[in-house]
């Protein structure tokens, strides 16, 4: 029973991170939750089966991590009468981000579940292009309706503005890049990718965040 119940969440942390790539520039909300249900699961799944040995593939990251956390605190001397708020920070906001990169790193030691990452990765990138493109040419966007009034205007894609937009393309586009120009055996795949990165691309220079472009000009580089 217990092991079933390790399978169970295993593949819950799982199927929860792909959430959280897929929402990553659709919605905060849905961002949120899936982020919410990773920590839950993969809580329970440590209590019920103590492992660390995660951690210990990973020392050097998680120590930086730790240095960093306690220069925080110490950062907190500071805050004065914001002490208590601070704290709540500190632990909440900001200690959840290294909790989370340890479920991924101990989820994703399978080549398999990387694999479905980065289609999970390609697919949500794809959709924002397009929803760029719908914005661009047809004055609106699919996933999150925002309207844009005027060709002359920067594109925002499902972002609240183009800097997001712009800083999202910039991380992505050297991804999806690297892999068009990977020796695929298959001359459609390699296509496909090539195409959602010239998709891509147009649609960095559509949020005119000279920003963005040059940190994904630095990425391909």
């Not at 905060?28 to 939750?33: E, I, P």
């Not at 479905?116 to 990138?125: C, T």
């Not at 794809?126 to 594109?155: A, I, N």
């Amino acid at each position: 029973m217990k092991l079933k119940i390790l399978r169970f969440l295993d593949k819950a942390v799982e199927y929860s991170i792909y959430g959280m790539i897929f929402f990553i520039p659709i919605s905060k909300a849905a961002l949120g939750t899936f982020a919410g249900f990773t920590a839950l699961f993969f809580l329970i799944k440590k209590i019920l089966a103590p492992d660390f040995t995660s951690l210990k593939s990973d020392k050097t990251l998680f120590l930086l991590l730790l240095c960093f956390f306690i220069f925080m605190g110490l950062s907190l001397i500071n805050s004065g009468p914001l002490i208590d708020k601070s704290i709540r920070a500190l632990l909440i906001k900001w200690g959840r981000f290294p909790f989370l990169l340890w479920a991924i790193i101990d989820t994703f030691g399978d080549k398999k579940r990387i694999i479905r990452a980065v289609y999970v990765f390609l697919i949500s990138a794809t959709l924002v292009g397009l929803s760029v493109f719908t914005q661009r040419f047809m004055g609106f966007e699919f996933l999150r309706g925002r309207v844009l009034g005027s060709s002359s205007l920067p594109s925002t894609g499902p972002f609240n503005n183009q800097n997001g937009l712009a800083a999202y393309l910039s991380c992505l586009i050297p991804f999806v890049l690297s892999f068009s120009l990977w020796k695929w055996k298959r001359a459609f795949v390699k296509c496909l990718l090539f195409l959602i990165t010239v998709i891509l691309i147009l649609s960095l220079n559509w949020t005119f965040c000279r920003g963005g472009w040059l940190g994904a000009i630095a990425g391909v580089i």
